[in-house]
């Protein structure tokens, strides 16, 4: 693997959304990451939990964490990992005998990840829940949406992957670097509510000092302000703006034609309503594209709304590379991007149990010790199929998308 993170070892028990979101940052950072997914998993061929772009990157062993050998060997990976990630109810890791004492009993110096939506004590920690239980919680739901409307949830973006898998892998990468240092690992809990009210930290602070309300849809970045809010065109499609700066805002009134016009003051909140149904009247007079032409090259702050099908298409996107396809599926490029110890190209999924014995013998397991792990049902691999591609194929595979890969609108 390459990427600033190449040398990290980190196993990852197979969850769902904000925890595998964790290991595939830390793979396309370059860290080699070793997914376990269940052992009756492998003879399916497929697990329901996966999903095709946030497995990329990284192999995959079928373990039955029911069975003692299944147990051991868990424990036998971590001797040689940095760190590893779960993302089951607290407690559950613990009775399967793979908690954090007695993994750092194995590793002192590993960092256990721990990733849940309401942390690991509290009331409600060993409740159940989503990413819009938690952000509502957080005190971040309430404040998206417009004045009298119900808040809307910013899709499952806030809570599960801003403030829980991003979180968590940050909270590895300071533990890692922090271990290697001390010669102590340490658990990292990553809880979605504590991530989520995190990411408000910047509207914390606007509140205290007076330039945020707590209603809906009546501040500046909340559809409040009308220089920052998305305005329908006359072919039903949509631009946003972001003038919020005076001299982009001057550009904002140019471009639209009212900058000769007496209009009150950019930030007289009493005539945002006016300042809205005056710029919504100007906006419906031209299509989308018209608009793009309009703007083009200024710093109006002016962008169209697109979907993931039209971003593609873009030629910022494009130009960047920033979506990908591997193996037919377009998907986000790794990110950031680093000048000197560059990301690798990602690979596809896989399937699990595909690398078991492969991945095992590279993490020190004997070739006679394998095949005892197989017959015992403590492992198992995923059967061959008739068609298949290496890891290796599948990154030779990654490209920038054409007009056949892509999606349309």
Same mark, same amino acid.
């Given at each position: 693997?390459?990427?600033? !993170?190449?040398?990290?070892?980190?196993? +990852?028990?197979?969850? #769902?959304?904000?925890?595998?979101?964790?290991?595939?940052?830390?793979?396309?950072?370059?860290?080699?990451?070793?997914? #376990?997914?269940?052992?009756?998993?492998?003879?399916?061929?497929?697990?329901?939990?996966?999903?095709?772009?946030?497995?990329?990157?990284?192999?995959?062993?079928?373990?039955?964490?029911?069975?003692?050998?299944?147990?051991?060997?868990?424990?036998?990976?971590?001797?040689? %990992?940095?760190? !590893?990630?779960?993302?089951?109810?607290?407690?559950?890791?613990?009775?399967?005998?793979?908690?954090?004492?007695?993994?750092?009993?194995?590793?002192?110096?590993?960092?256990?990840?721990?990733?849940?939506?309401?942390?690991?004590?509290?009331?409600?920690?060993?409740?159940?829940?989503?990413? $819009?239980?938690?952000?509502?919680?957080?005190?971040?739901?309430?404040?998206?949406?417009? %004045?009298?409307?119900? /808040?809307?949830?910013?899709?499952?973006?806030?809570?599960?992957?801003?403030?829980?898998?991003?979180?968590?892998?940050?909270?590895?990468?300071?533990?890692?670097?922090? =271990?290697?240092?001390?010669?102590?690992?340490?658990?990292?809990?990553?809880?979605?509510?504590?991530?989520? =009210?995190?990411?408000? @930290?910047?509207?914390?602070?606007?509140?205290?000092?007076?330039?945020?309300?707590?209603?809906?849809?009546?501040?500046? !970045?909340?559809?409040?302000?009308?220089?920052?809010?998305?305005?329908?065109? @006359?072919?039903?499609?949509?631009?946003?703006?972001? =003038?919020?700066?005076?001299?982009?805002? @001057?550009?904002?009134?140019?471009?639209?034609?009212?900058?000769?016009?007496?209009?009150?003051?950019?930030?007289?909140?009493?005539?945002?309503?006016?300042?809205?149904?005056?710029?919504?009247?100007?906006?419906?007079?031209?299509?989308?594209?018209?608009?793009?032409?309009?703007?083009?090259?200024?710093?109006?702050?002016?962008? /169209?709304?697109?979907?993931?099908?039209?971003?593609?298409?873009?030629?910022?996107?494009? =130009?960047?590379?920033? $979506?990908?396809?591997?193996?037919?599926?377009?998907?986000?490029?790794?990110?950031?991007?680093?000048?000197?110890?560059?990301?690798?190209?990602?690979?596809?999924?896989?399937?699990?149990? +595909?690398?078991?014995?492969?991945?095992?013998?590279?993490?020190?397991?004997? @070739?006679?010790?394998?095949?005892?792990?197989?017959?015992?049902?403590?492992?198992?691999?995923? /059967?061959?199929?008739?068609?298949?591609?290496?890891?290796?194929?599948?990154?030779?595979?990654?490209?920038?998308?054409?007009?056949?890969?892509?999606?349309?609108?």
């Amino acid at each position: 693997m390459a990427g600033p !993170l190449a040398g990290v070892r980190v196993v +990852e028990l197979v969850g #769902i959304g904000p925890g595998p979101f964790a290991a595939m940052l830390l793979a396309d950072a370059g860290a080699e990451v070793l997914r #376990i997914h269940r052992a009756d998993r492998a003879a399916q061929g497929r697990d329901p939990q996966d999903a095709p772009v946030l497995n990329r990157s990284r192999r995959s062993i079928a373990v039955d964490l029911k069975h003692p050998d299944g147990v051991e060997t868990v424990l036998r990976l971590v001797e040689r %990992a940095d760190a !590893l990630i779960e993302g089951m109810r607290p407690g559950v890791t613990e009775r399967l005998g793979i908690g954090p004492e007695s993994c750092r009993a194995r590793n002192p110096q590993l960092v256990y990840g721990r990733m849940t939506g309401w942390g690991q004590d509290g009331p409600l920690a060993d409740r159940a829940g989503h990413d $819009i239980d938690y952000i509502a919680v957080a005190g971040a739901l309430a404040h998206f949406g417009r %004045a009298g409307a119900r /808040p809307t949830p910013p899709l499952n973006l806030v809570g599960d992957f801003g403030g829980g898998g991003m979180y968590l892998a940050f909270g590895i990468v300071c533990a890692v670097l922090e =271990a290697r240092e001390s010669g102590q690992g340490q658990v990292v809990d990553a809880a979605m509510v504590d991530g989520a =009210a995190s990411l408000m @930290a910047f509207v914390w602070g606007m509140r205290s000092v007076g330039a945020f309300t707590e209603v809906r849809g009546t501040n500046m !970045l909340d559809t409040g302000a009308p220089y920052y809010d998305s305005y329908e065109c @006359a072919d039903g499609e949509y631009v946003a703006v972001g =003038a919020i700066e005076p001299q982009f805002y @001057a550009e904002l009134l140019d471009r639209l034609g009212l900058a000769s016009e007496e209009l009150p003051h950019q930030q007289d909140r009493g005539a945002w309503p006016e300042l809205k149904r005056r710029f919504a009247a100007v906006f419906r007079t031209r299509t989308r594209s018209e608009w793009v032409d309009v703007f083009a090259g200024s710093d109006a702050c002016v962008a /169209p709304v697109l979907t993931m099908s039209e971003a593609v298409q873009h030629p910022h996107v494009a =130009a960047r590379s920033t $979506i990908v396809e591997v193996d037919g599926v377009l998907q986000p490029a790794p990110a950031p991007r680093f000048s000197r110890t560059r990301s690798g190209a990602p690979t596809g999924p896989a399937r699990p149990g +595909e690398h078991t014995r492969p991945a095992l013998a590279d993490w020190g397991f004997g @070739a006679s010790e394998i095949e005892r792990l197989h017959e015992s049902g403590a492992i198992a691999s995923a /059967p061959e199929p008739q068609h298949r591609s290496t890891p290796s194929a599948r990154g030779d595979r990654l490209t920038a998308p054409t007009d056949s890969g892509r999606a349309r609108s």
